[in-house]
């Protein structure tokens, strides 16, 4: 069994491996829930794939105990890693006026970014899991 910093940033409970633990996560203007190994597209950050970030947390959930006030949430860390740019789907947009000959056409395909979480722990755990790893 690895050490308690690896378990607790690798998303696992000290001691139960049967215990999950997820956040909420912001990450632009929205909210996302994110466990260890997820997956998400977010919108576009700046930063090189295979670089990592942090995201602020909004909540915690560890084994049933949920962490939301905001001095506590200052010793979580959720970190990702980049994984790549991706694109949404194409939007149309056509403006029309009656009776005068005004035709537009325009187009939009909004750009993310796909992210894979990395860790959730304290500040020192995933410092420490880095370290090693």
């Known amino acids: 069994m690895p050490n308690d910093a690896a378990v607790l940033a690798a998303g696992w409970h000290q001691g139960k491996e049967s215990a999950f633990v997820y956040a909420i996560v912001r990450c632009g203007g929205r909210q996302e829930k994110a466990s260890v190994d997820d997956v998400l597209i977010v919108d576009k950050l700046a930063g090189e794939v295979g670089s990592t970030v942090t995201l602020p947390a909004l909540l915690i959930v560890d084994d049933g105990k949920v962490v939301s006030d905001k001095a ?3 010793g979580y860390e959720i970190t990702a890693e980049i994984l790549g740019p991706a694109v949404g789907p194409k939007i149309h947009m056509i403006h029309y006026k009656n009776k005068t000959g005004y035709r537009r056409r ?21 410092a420490s899991a880095r370290k090693k790893g």
């Open 72 to 74: 506590e949430l200052g």
């Open 106 to 126: 325009q187009g939009h395909r909004q750009k993310y970014t796909q992210v894979k979480v990395t860790g959730i722990g304290t500040g020192k755990a995933s």
